[in-house]
């Protein structure tokens, strides 16, 4: 049975961005397939063709493939399926996008994963038939609930609300800026030397949800609001700072557009210059459950020297400094939602004294208690000229590094540990952690702004 696709376009009320259906009849896209969750990470991360495997001979259509130009949807030589089907909004990162087919669907084992506005199919692959009988049925299919946000619908058939929304996030500030006259680009020249943004304008929000209900829904799927700030009625940028599960695959992010108004709607647009930009993200991961006994030796505070490592918010090795210490509390972590990672160095340097050695050098954290690991980044942006977009992913794999150091008195040590048993284990469990799929958002503050000629609009998004 040849696969239907049931979707929607974005339009141009952004209050409905899905209201207009179309259907692809007896189109049977190519499905990349993936042995596990772990050969589908590396395929997201380093493009590693080697992990990608297709079910037949047949050529594979990405989301990101240009719509043939006998295709009724295509309205210029640049539209894609990612942009005439609405994903850029579903999937904000385009290296997960580019292994997904026009249907939202890859295989993870045994499984077909279908990504659509209701959320993540999971669908064993000798059911699909039957799928596609229900949701021919109904577009808008969910079936029992048997898990918070996971409903049943038969056959060994799940969904996960990966973009459920509750609409009462808090606008912290309205900022400080005019529209510009709808004419003010008309004749535009790029200026010579362009202005730097004033950040103490922008507008700023909260993603956090502030009901209970609200709350709950954004502790197990995350946030998933867009921000819109126009230059005046015919251009604009976007926002997000979202936390997307997508049941096999999840990620945190932040994305910033620029789109302009024509006949069609609204379409990305190049920016002058366009920066997405981020400080003091605490993302936090539960320690697995067979780890927990390593780190129930700990009196600590332990303190392991900056040393080069990988972690989120960088797309480099950053020396990093690691704390583990026996109850992580409560008034330190309230330090460092509201002055940032400053919090964690202060606090080394006045527990260990003179042991916090080159604690200054260090331009990230990774905290550990009996429980959680916490990794705290500092100050990171990315700046883009003449682009209309930028997604920067929090990596969802990373490295953890410690140096065994040798003298004559002590013995071997690591860091402030003489048992090299323990410090070995301690590493481990960290390690384990750390590559663990599912990080969650603490805290944190992402911008994103972008220049047309001399004149900046944008936004920042604080959550805490």
Known sequence: MAALLFFTVACSNDEN?????????????????????????????NGNSTAIQLRSGKPFISLLSKIPSNNSLRS?????????????????????ARLVNPNGELEVGTQIVKITPEGTYAIPIDKKDQFDALIFSDLQLQGRLIDEHTFDLGDGITLYETFDEVGDYEVISNGNYVLLPDNQYDNYVAPQAPSEPNFDQFPTFSPDR??????????????????TIEFNSKRRIRGKFYFYNYFVYSEIGVSGWTDKKNWIGWSKTDADELRVGWRD???????????????????????????????????RRVNV????????????????????????????????????????KATGFIIVDKTTVRVITLDESRIKYNEDSYTHVFDSQWNFNFQISWNSQSGFSVGSVH??????????????????????????EVYVCGRFGADWRGMRIIKK
């Open 17 to 45: 961005l899905y209201d207009e259906s179309i259907e692809f009849k007896d189109v049977d896209f190519e499905r990349l397939s993936f042995s596990d969750e772990q050969s589908l990470l590396t395929a997201i991360k």
């Open 76 to 96: 210029s030589d640049e539209t894609t399926y990612y942009e005439v089907l609405g994903y850029e909004e579903l999937i904000p990162n385009p290296n997960f």
């Open 210 to 227: 502030h009901t209970i209900v609200g709350k709950l829904i954004q502790s197990l799927i995350g946030s998933t609001k867009t921000h």
């Open 281 to 315: 993200m605490v993302i936090k991961r539960s320690i697995p459950n067979e780890y927990l006994k390593d780190l129930k030796k700990i009196q600590g505070p332990i303190y392991f020297p900056p040393a080069y490592m990988t972690i989120p918010g960088y797309d």
């Open 321 to 360: 400094a690691t704390l583990v210490v026996p109850d992580y509390k409560a008034t330190l972590f309230e330090k460092v939602i509201s002055i940032g990672a400053k919090a964690i160095s202060d606090y080394i340097k006045s527990e260990l004294k003179q042991g916090a050695t080159n604690i200054d």
């Open 419 to 444: 048992s090299l048993t323990d410090a070995i284990n301690w590493g481990k469990a960290i390690q384990a952690t750390l590559n663990a799929q599912t990080p969650t958002l603490e805290s944190g």
